[in-house]
């Protein structure tokens, strides 16, 4: 358990510039006190103590902000940066390395049994406020972009970006003009669209406008 915490200590300070010591990881990071809280729930549900593997974890939920179901699978040098609002539903799989960010939701669509929430292969970075939902497959060193909605597999070495995401890079290199910064607002889109066909609308009236003051003349 020990060289497990300094793993998970050497990971914050590795990946978060704002990590000054492991004193100061150790005692007010929240994303590790959640890690640290789960491994205990884990341990109680996996061995019958379904009640108390719940009250753990809602504790957490209180000091943290931070929700993981006891029965989910979180892997080694896990990091979750900041993570108020985290929710990692019951089935989820987390592999090594991994990276989660606040406001993430690793959940369910509510159309599913058994194996309903997705599965995370290694080294994948989870967006500020991103949605990975259904048993569905991130394989590894996938990036997910802030803020995108995930409904279906994606493949290793990709980034994904987008409502719903799509798959914008593989293994570096573009494969979709979409991009986390150019998303298409398909309200302004519309907006504009509606700006158009009133100024064309305009246009005839002022021409009917126009033709009714020539023939009074």
């Given at each position: 358990?020990?060289?497990?915490?300094?793993?998970?200590?050497?990971?914050?300070?590795?990946?978060?510039?704002?990590?000054?010591?492991?004193?100061?990881?150790?005692?007010?990071?929240?994303?590790?006190?959640?890690?640290?809280?789960?491994?205990?729930?884990?341990?109680?549900?996996?061995?019958?103590?379904?009640?108390?593997?719940?009250?753990?974890?809602q504790r957490c939920v209180r000091r943290t902000g931070i929700e993981i179901h006891p029965d989910a699978q979180i892997g080694d040098r896990v990091f979750i940066d900041h993570g108020t609002g985290v929710v990692?539903?019951?089935?989820?799989?987390?592999?090594?390395?991994?990276?989660?960010?606040?406001?993430?939701?690793?959940?369910?669509?509510?159309?599913?049994?058994?194996?309903?929430?997705?599965?995370?292969g290694k080294n994948v970075m989870v967006g500020a406020g991103a949605k990975v939902l259904g048993p569905i497959?991130?394989?590894?060193?996938?990036?997910?972009?802030?803020?995108?909605?995930?409904?279906?597999?994606?493949?290793?070495?990709?980034?994904?970006?987008?409502?719903?995401?799509?798959v914008v890079r593989i293994n570096g290199e573009r494969v979709s003009d979409l991009d986390q910064i150019h998303i298409p607002d398909p309200v302004s889109q519309e907006l504009c669209r509606l700006s158009g066909q009133i100024e064309q609308l305009q246009k005839q009236l002022d021409d009917v406008k126009k033709a009714v003051s020539s023939e009074r003349k």
């Amino acid at each position: 358990m020990f060289d497990k915490l300094k793993s998970d200590i050497a990971a914050v300070r590795a990946r978060d510039p704002a990590a000054r010591s492991s004193i100061e990881i150790y005692f007010l990071y929240n994303g590790l006190k959640a890690i640290r809280s789960h491994r205990r729930a884990n341990w109680c549900s996996r061995h019958g103590m379904k009640f108390l593997a719940r009250w753990i974890s809602q504790r957490c939920v209180r000091r943290t902000g931070i929700e993981i179901h006891p029965d989910a699978q979180i892997g080694d040098r896990v990091f979750i940066d900041h993570g108020t609002g985290v929710v990692i539903g019951e089935t989820t799989i987390v592999g090594d390395d991994c990276t989660i960010y606040q406001g993430a939701t690793l959940g369910g669509t509510g159309k599913d049994k058994g194996k309903r929430h997705p599965t995370l292969g290694k080294n994948v970075m989870v967006g500020a406020g991103a949605k990975v939902l259904g048993p569905i497959n991130i394989g590894d060193n996938v990036r997910i972009a802030a803020g995108a909605v995930v409904l279906t597999d994606i493949p290793d070495n990709s980034t994904a970006v987008g409502v719903p995401a799509r798959v914008v890079r593989i293994n570096g290199e573009r494969v979709s003009d979409l991009d986390q910064i150019h998303i298409p607002d398909p309200v302004s889109q519309e907006l504009c669209r509606l700006s158009g066909q009133i100024e064309q609308l305009q246009k005839q009236l002022d021409d009917v406008k126009k033709a009714v003051s020539s023939e009074r003349k």
